[in-house]
C-alpha cells in the first residue's frame, strides 16, 4: 500500500468517526534564515476518550531555482514528506501524564520510524514540564541507515491568555550530525495566543545546526495556528 492511499484511509477514518473526544487541524509556515528553506506543513490530529490519538502530517516546499538557490514561499510546491503517528496518553495522577507514541514517516528517497515516550507534569496551574525521548530510525535506499537518539526537555508558562515555552533538544546518532560530530543540539522558544476557545494562533524561533560539516547555525522562523473542531 502506497503513502497516498494508507493517508487516505487514515483521514477517512478520523472524518467518520462518531466516538470523538477532540479534532484539531494546524497549519504552519517554517523559513530558514541561511538556507533560505521554506516548508509548509499541514496536520489533522485526532483524539478518543479512551487515551488513543492519531494524526497524518504533511510537508511541502517550494522547487529550487534553476540557479540552485531555495525556491520562492509558495511558488511551484512539491510534496516532500507524509508522516502518520499514533499515541496513547495516560493520566497518572492529576498533575502527571505518559505517552507513548509511534511515528511513521515517507520522504522521497527516505522511509523513517519513530517510538518515544513523553511525559508532562503540571508543577503549578499555569506551569508545566515536559520531556520525551524519541528514537529515529531513517532508511534509505543506497545509504546505511541513520539511528539518532533524540532528547526533549521544557518549560511552559501561562499569562492570560498566552503561553510561553522553551525546549532545549539534545541528538546523538550513529552519524555526523553537526560539525563533524555524532552530537547536536537545538533551542527553540514558542509564544501561543489563545484567541479563542477553538483557534490558537503562534510563532516559534529554533536556533539550529546547517551543515553536518560546519560549526554554522541558523534561525527557523515558524507561524502558524491550531483549530479545534
Known amino acids: 500500500m502506497n503513502s497516498s492511499k494508507l493517508l487516505t484511509i487514515v483521514l477517512l477514518g478520523l472524518a467518520s468517526t462518531s466516538t470523538a473526544y477532540a479534532t484539531s487541524f494546524s497549519y504552519a509556515h517554517k523559513y530558514e534564515d541561511v538556507s ?14 479512551s487515551g488513543i490519538g492519531a494524526s497524518v502530517k504533511l510537508k511541502f516546499s517550494p522547487n529550487d531555482e534553476k540557479s540552485g538557490d531555495a525556491g520562492i514561499a509558495f511558488h511551484d510546491e512539491r ?21 507513548p507514541g509511534f511515528t511513521w514517516a515517507r520522504k522521497q528517497d ?13 508543577l503549578t496551574p499555569d ?31 501561562k499569562i492570560g491568555q498566552f503561553s510561553l515555552g522553551y525546549t532545549l533538544t539534545l541528538y546523538r ?17 514558542e509564544l501561543k495566543y489563545k484567541a479563542s476557545k477553538t483557534f490558537t494562533p503562534f510563532i516559534e524561533l529554533t536556533n539550529e545546526s546547517v551543515s553536518k560539516h560546519t ?13 479545534k473542531i
Not at 173 to 188: F, G, I, K, P, S
Open 79 to 99: 510534496w516532500k514528506e507524509t508522516a502518520l503517528g499514533v499515541n496513547y496518553s495516560v493520566n497518572i495522577n492529576e498533575k502527571l501524564s505518559i505517552e
Open 36 to 49: 533560505k528553506g521554506h516548508t509548509d506543513e499541514l496536520k489533522l490530529s485526532h483524539g478518543f476518550e
Open 173 to 189: 546518532a550513529n552519524a555526523e550530525l553537526y560539525n563533524n560530530r555524532e552530537t547536536d543540539y537545538e533551542h527553540a522558544i
Open 215 to 227: 560549526d554554522q547555525r541558523q534561525t527557523e522562523f515558524e507561524v502558524g495556528f491550531k483549530y
Open 110 to 122: 527516505e522511509y523513517k520510524y519513530k517510538p518515544s515516550l513523553s511525559m508532562d507534569y503540571a
Open 127 to 157: 506551569v508545566e514540564l515536559s520531556s520525551r525521548y524519541r528514537y529515529e530510525i531513517s532508511d534509505y535506499a543506497f545509504k546505511e541507515t541513520k539511528r539518532v537518539n533524540r532528547f526533549d526537555a521544557g518549560i511552559s508558562r
